[in-house]
């Protein structure tokens, strides 16, 4: 009997092996499990960013698209993906484990990095080569067959990175036990391990990669993103023996809609005296549970099972009497479907940061181009410049973890040290100061183009493209703090049975990012076209641009928003009392 007892205490509620069993707490989880996502993502990053962060100058040159149609490309491709995420989430809170989603989305972006590839290695599948010195001379634009195969194999590497964003970040952080400090701590350590390894795919894929793209061709660029895709499958097979993955619990969406239609319904018959609210009386009370650590107590409040006064509107949903059976909710359904409503303000705010870090794989990589990229007698491709804020946030992820946390965990005597909404707040300000210098820096290039008789040249301009260099030290801080700081901040507020479709949302909204860029390149060239014979953004030079007017705009929009963030992050109360800021 005490045996048993024993093997009920020992097992992962809720959670199985790769076999499908029920996991076991001293053999499956921990750090050791989820530093083997980490490897993955590096493989995993390396294999999208290899590609992305030189994708516009392989539509410019090789597809000849213009800089605003290559430009729109990428970003429609990057907020593909990245949306995408949401999808691979849903699914694996509904109906997959968060394993056999990456395994499934590492394939199919193998299969569209592969069709790259070939496209890229066969010269019949491009468009004929143009090598006019003069930026007025039009070249041959790819014809519909071979644009059909670039698509194709874009959007099904958008496809499989979307599965996978969806589905390793909650497979990592499902490693640890959420109900102690310590296992809460390794989380969020995790989430900054998480960019760091992000970080060191990227810094690979723009020095190394983007090397091979510019140097030896872009099939071989291709071949090494689509043998690292490939690779990363064997090294997550490797921690199969020792994941515990979250048991799919049916479609929080569909919660989320029934508990809307039944508040909706309900809050239209509420005059009626029998719509007496159920549960009241017979929920237990929320009540804290205190743990210690060095002395300090530290306070968890677990979850409440009674009706809060948040969003009130939405306890109509508990109710004596519904329409349909299927509209039952309960007290739990109610409070977790306001947890995701109070967290979506948040998630909106962040859209514009992204819009601006959109910039870096668009603009900026052709600002770079019309410049002088040597560094001494070391040519660099334009591609690589983010090797400067990727370099930088491998450098303060850790010092961020291991020194800064925990000062800040002895001055405010919290778990957290610094909370979440603190720390995406930091990384708005910078997305801020990053624009006001990219605008700046813009002004000093085209002066310079000016003075150098080089506006209608494709020769390089004789300043340093190093100058860009400090955008992108400022964005790559901002994304450093945001990304960590949503990802933990989403997983941790979410209900369990909708953890990786709320972590998703720190992807969703780097994808609404570039999406909102793209359409506002549209609306400004649209608008200044009323009043100019030139829109600000249209041609094939980016000597006639009028780049720092854009950067100047998305500087006073991130500000605005900046704001609109502030009036909510101050009203967000936190699900747990130790990270109550």
Request: glycine residues 6%; contains cysteine; hydrophobic residues 45%.
């Amino acid at each position: 009997m005490l045996q048993e007892e024993g093997q009920e205490l020992n097992k992962w509620e809720g959670y199985v092996n790769w076999r499908n069993k029920p996991a076991k707490r001293d053999q499956h989880g921990g750090m050791l499990a989820a530093s083997f996502v980490l490897v993955v993502e590096i493989l995993e990053n390396l294999a999208f960013l290899a590609n992305a962060s030189n994708l516009v100058l392989y539509l410019s040159k090789f597809m000849h698209y213009s800089p605003s149609s290559s430009a729109n490309i990428v970003t429609n491709f990057m907020g593909t993906a990245f949306l995408l995420a949401v999808l691979g989430g849903f699914l694996s809170d509904a109906f997959f484990t968060t394993y056999r989603l990456y395994l499934t989305s590492a394939a199919i972006e193998f299969m569209g990095l592969l069709i790259l590839t070939v496209q890229a290695h066969t010269p019949s599948l491009k468009p004929p080569i143009c090598a006019s010195a003069s930026t007025e001379i039009q070249c041959e634009k790819v014809n519909l067959q071979k644009a059909a195969m670039l698509f194709t194999g874009l959007y099904l590497v958008a496809l499989g990175v979307g599965g996978i964003k969806g589905s390793l970040p909650p497979h990592g952080a499902e490693q640890f036990d959420d109900t102690t400090p310590q296992g809460r701590k390794q989380r969020s350590s995790f989430f900054n391990y998480y960019v760091f390894s992000l970080s060191c795919g990227a810094l690979i894929a723009v020095t190394f990669v983007v090397w091979i793209e510019d140097n030896k061709g872009w099939q071989w660029g291709f071949g090494v993103a689509t043998a690292a895709i490939l690779a990363s499958i064997p090294v997550f097979l490797l921690g199969s023996p020792i994941y515990r993955t979250k048991i799919p619990a049916g479609s929080p969406i569909t919660t989320m809609f029934k508990v809307l239609i039944a508040a909706v319904y309900n809050n239209c018959k509420s005059k009626n005296p029998s719509n007496a609210v159920m549960g009241m009386e017979t929920s237990p009370s929320s009540y804290t549970t205190e743990t210690g650590e060095e002395g300090n107590a530290t306070k968890v409040k677990v979850p409440s099972q009674t009706l809060t006064e948040d969003l009130e509107f939405l306890n109509k949903a508990v109710t004596e009497q519904t329409v349909s059976p299927m509209l039952q909710c309960t007290v739990k359904q109610v409070e977790e479907v306001k947890v995701v409503l109070k967290i979506i303000p948040v998630f909106m705010c962040t859209i514009m940061l992204n819009c601006c870090l959109a910039q870096l794989s668009t603009f900026s990589i052709q600002q770079a181009a019309t410049m002088n990229t040597k560094i001494g007698s070391l040519k660099v491709p334009p591609a690589s410049l983010p090797v400067f804020p990727v370099i930088f946030m491998m450098l303060i992820a850790p010092t961020y973890n291991h020194v800064v946390i925990p000062f800040a965990r002895k001055v405010t005597k919290t778990e957290m040290g610094i909370t979440h909404l603190q720390r995406i707040g930091t990384g708005l300000i910078l997305s801020i100061i990053a624009m006001a210098v990219a605008a700046i820096v813009e002004m000093k290039r085209k002066k310079v183009a000016i003075e150098s008789g080089l506006l209608n040249s494709a020769e390089p301009l004789p300043i340093t493209f190093l100058w860009i260099a400090l955008q992108y030290l400022f964005l790559g801080s901002a994304d450093l703090f945001t990304l960590a700081g949503m990802m933990d901040f989403f997983f941790t507020e979410a209900p369990k049975s909708m953890r990786s479709l709320a972590t998703s949302l720190s992807w969703a909204s780097l994808s609404m990012g570039y999406y909102f860029s793209s359409v506002l390149i549209s609306m400004v060239n649209n608008i200044t076209s009323i009043f100019r014979h030139t829109p600000w953004l249209f041609g094939s030079n980016l000597n006639h641009y009028h780049l720092e007017r854009f950067y100047w705009l998305m500087c006073i929009l991130s500000s605005l928003n900046f704001f609109h963030y502030l009036f909510w992050a101050n009203r967000y109360k936190y699900r747990t009392e130790s990270t109550a800021d």
